[in-house]
């Protein structure tokens, strides 16, 4: 095993990719799980904490025959912002993206541009934001993300589906990537 990148070998690199892609698999599920925990402490001015948002999001997308991709969509959508609330559409999509389509990855990425319909006339700003997307191929999932499942989302008094009971849909996604690493 080398001990400065120059010396790396055709071996060494064996070895590594296949310990990276182990870690990835049995990790990344765990990780979106136990990430997913912390939403609960940020209520961020809302009648509902950003946990109990999530999970009404998924249990109104579930309830709604929605596929594994889209109900992890759903609950994961702004799990970003435990990281960074302005860019939290950007990392969690990038999150997803080795494990969902490519629709769902511009969903979630530019998904506070569609919400912001309901909102961004009270901070300034244009409210027809999600114009500059229509005629896209994920502009439809876009509108039932954010419109059906998203928008809402903001009743602490809704029976929502427990983040326990996600995770079937999590290690389903998270365990199988599309695209190599
Ligand atoms: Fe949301």
New binding site residues.
């Given amino acids: 095993m080398f001990t400065a990148m120059q010396q790396g070998t055709a071996e060494d690199w064996g070895i590594i990719a296949r310990e990276h892609m182990l870690h990835q698999r049995s990790v990344a599920p765990l990780q979106i799980m136990d990430s997913m925990r912390r939403l609960a402490s940020m209520q961020l001015g809302f009648g509902a904490d950003?946990l109990t948002?999530?999970l009404m999001?998924a249990t109104l997308a579930r309830a709604d025959n929605a596929t594994d991709e889209e109900v992890v969509a759903a609950l994961t959508?702004?799990l970003g912002k435990i990281m960074s609330i302005p860019n939290h559409g950007a990392i969690q999509a990038e999150v997803l993206k080795q494990y969902v389509s490519d629709d769902i990855y511009f969903a979630v990425k530019w998904?506070?541009h569609f919400?912001g319909a309901y909102y961004y006339g009270y901070l300034g700003k244009p409210t027809d934001m999600r114009e500059q997307f229509r005629g896209e191929s994920w502009f439809d999932f876009a509108e039932k993300l954010?419109d059906k499942w998203?928008?809402p989302?903001f009743d602490p008094d809704f029976k929502v589906d427990s983040l326990e009971s996600f995770e079937p849909e999590v290690m389903r996604v998270f365990s199988v990537p599309r695209r190599g690493f």
């Fill in positions: 950003q948002h999530c999001t959508h702004d998904h506070q919400q954010v998203d928008a989302a």
